[in-house]
């Protein structure tokens, strides 16, 4: 809670991250979970693969895992796995065959994104049980395949040996706003079957600032310097979380 990086990060290998490179904030012998909880990174983030502009790579069964968490440095990936915020998130851990799916909320990611392939906006790859809801990206993306505005690739995983857990899939389970200035024509690169990407919208960076893009979307959204959680827009043609450093609400990190 309330972690933040500033510097910029470079790496000649993997799981690579403006704030943590790799992270496991899954809960063993039902001990105390963990998540990331206001944390931000504004540097720029340089590695081989699994890169991101907040985390590298995060394998979880929290929910949520990451909640109002930010990133805006730019991020390039000399191989696959690059996201704006997130470069890999895995949402089930194999060894504690749980039921929990994870989440990643109210977060956003400002950064271009550069990589080979599996690049987004947001998260380069999503795998398994992982629920994204109210999370936007601004960043331009550029993969040389499976690249998204938002999510380079959806990925299901499949156990055949654990029945009762053969199936577990991403879903956008809350709107997803990218900006449409990248230069990538979906939302996402990639998606296995059953994982709803419906939830995506692409928006110019005008529409991006509006408070009438998001009402009715499930967005807790306001220009009220009263709330304390959620979002404001901002003067920069995209919301920021009220609680964030330099907001009406103070803010959070040191």
């Not at 400002?110 to 790859?125: A, E, F, H, K, S």
């Not at 795998?127 to 690249?147: L, Q, Y």
């Not at 990248?182 to 939302?187: F, I, L, Y």
């Not at 807790?220 to 907001?247: F, H, K, M, N, W």
Request: proline fraction near 3%; glycine fraction near 16%.
């Amino acid at each position: 809670t309330n972690n933040t990086a500033h510097g910029n990060v470079t790496s000649s290998g993997g799981r690579v991250g403006g704030l943590i490179g790799a992270a496991n904030l899954s809960s063993y012998n039902n001990s105390e979970p963990g998540y990331l909880y206001r944390c931000y990174a504004t540097g720029n983030v340089t590695g081989n693969n699994t890169v991101g502009g907040l985390i590298g790579y995060a394998t979880t069964q929290t929910s949520p895992a990451v909640r109002e968490c930010y990133a805006t440095g730019h991020v390039t990936a000399t191989e696959d796995q690059a996201g704006g915020l997130i470069g890999h998130i895995m949402g089930f851990s194999r060894a504690l065959h749980a039921t929990i799916r994870t989440s990643v909320e109210d977060c956003y990611a400002t950064g271009d994104v550069t990589g080979g392939r599996y690049v987004g906006g947001l998260i380069g790859d999503a795998e398994g049980s992982v629920d994204i809801t109210r999370c936007h990206s601004m960043g331009k993306v550029s993969g040389n395949s499976e690249a998204g505005g938002s999510t380079g690739r959806f990925r299901r995983v499949i156990y055949t040996d654990i029945p009762e857990h053969i199936n577990h899939y991403p879903q956008v389970t809350g709107y997803v706003f990218w900006n449409r200035t990248d230069n990538v024509g979906s939302s996402y690169g990639t998606k296995g079957s059953k994982t709803d990407a419906g939830k995506i919208e692409r928006k110019n960076a005008e529409e991006m600032g509006q408070i009438c893009t998001y009402s009715g979307k499930g967005w807790r959204i306001s220009d009220s310097t009263t709330v304390t959680t959620g979002y404001l827009p901002s003067v920069s043609a995209y919301p920021v979380l009220s609680c964030q450093e330099g907001g009406p609400n103070g803010g959070f990190g040191t």
